[in-house]
């Protein structure tokens, strides 16, 4: 136990300064060096439009308005001030909601910040700028859009390979109707969605190509550690679920012993990495720069965690109706609800109490993001055109649960 605290804390040290270094050299790059695909970006958003669509449905929904902000934070890092500006991360803005935000940071872009305030998004770290500020210098977010294109059809196809040959055939099925069911091929198009998803598969490849990683409690404990730490840093709260419970998955149905135990484990160590580290930047944002980033994150988390949305109570059959209709159908949870219950019940009665308890922990890993749904509820429901997808996690685990407990029992599993 004190080995793995020792090790525990030894991570997190190298972590915080390795984030905090890498925000710095981010920061320090002049922002004349992305100005011109900065503005191009900007431009090629306002054509699309800030609500544009690349298929029907909510999941078809690109989320221009984060992406435009992101590009904004870009373009105004200040390279003279690179300390403070990754610590606080400081971008231009006003509160006219008819303007959208790209044509703000075309204006920040062009030096036009009149009528424009500077505001600080340092709660979160905005790792992603390590790698976007660079991209930027050479791509404009047409590029980028057809590199993560690319990089996502290669991560997504190995993925897939590795969960084939590792796993099973009709585990890899399940996850390509998982990935569809979410609208996957919409994700590489907009950059806030692309970030947990690369992480993702990032993750699932390093625990099925390194078993190794997750074969003992102290390896699994540092290894769910990152995983969460990292999300935290790269992470913009748009599907952080995904990077826990799509490698917990895998690391299950690869080891496929103390279930449980497991399960406990890597979902603790990961919530201490993601909620640790997130933290810290508030910390030693406030300490290095005197900017109470401590106030703003309370605050904000206080709003996220509200059961309040434009003074609508946000109850469990209320969530429900928002997830599965939207707004406009009142009671409308209760007929998919009672199918679900009902084909429950089916499975139940058929195989028998025997098989459910041993792929019982398949129910659970799909309980990962309806709990966090109820934990951070005004922040889910006010943003589910890209928190949904959050849910692939579920889908894939109730998918494999029905797999399991309904196929013809095999006494090798």
Known sequence: MKKTIFLLLTTYLLLLLTFTLLMLGACCLPSSLITDNVIASARQ????????????GRLGRLDNYTDALML????SSDAMHPLRSAMLNPYYDNDDEEVAKSVHTE????????????????RYWQGYLVTLK????????????????LLMLLLS??????????????????????????????????????????????????????????ARSRSLVLTFF?????????????????????????????HRKHEMRTLIIASLAWGIGYALLWASKWVIGYGLTGFNLLADAAQQIG????????????????????????????????IPALILALSAAYIFLQKGIKVQRRYYWLLLVAMIVPIWFLLMRQHSIMHLWFTLRAFLVTIYALLLWLFKTTRPSNPHQ
């Open 107 to 122: 204006h920040v872009a062009l030096g036009q910040t009149n009528g424009l305030e500077m505001r600080y998004y340092g």
């Open 226 to 254: 990152v995983i969460g730490a990292v999300t935290s840093f790269f992470d913009f709260l748009t599907t952080p679920q995904l990077t826990l419970g799509m490698p917990l998955l895998v690391c299950l149905l690869i």
């Open 134 to 149: 660079p991209m930027l210098i050479i791509f404009s977010l047409h590029g980028i859009r057809i590199v993560n294109c």
């Open 45 to 56: 958003l306002q054509h699309q439009g800030q609500g544009a669509h690349l298929i029907d």
């Open 303 to 334: 709003v996220r965690t509200s059961q309040q949305y434009y003074g609508i109570e946000l109850t469990i059959p209320k969530m429900l109706q928002f997830i599965i209709f939207g707004e406009e159908r009142a009671l409308g949870w209760k």
């Open 72 to 75: 904004n934070l870009a373009i």
């Open 157 to 214: 196809l190995a993925t897939l390979w590795a969960i084939w040959q590792r796993i099973g055939k009709v585990e890899a099925l399940l996850f390509l109707l998982s990935l569809l069911l979410v609208y996957f091929p919409v994700v590489p198009f907009s950059m806030q969605y692309s970030t947990c998803f690369y992480l993702m598969f990032l993750s699932m490849l390093a625990v099925m190509l390194y078993p190794d990683l997750t």
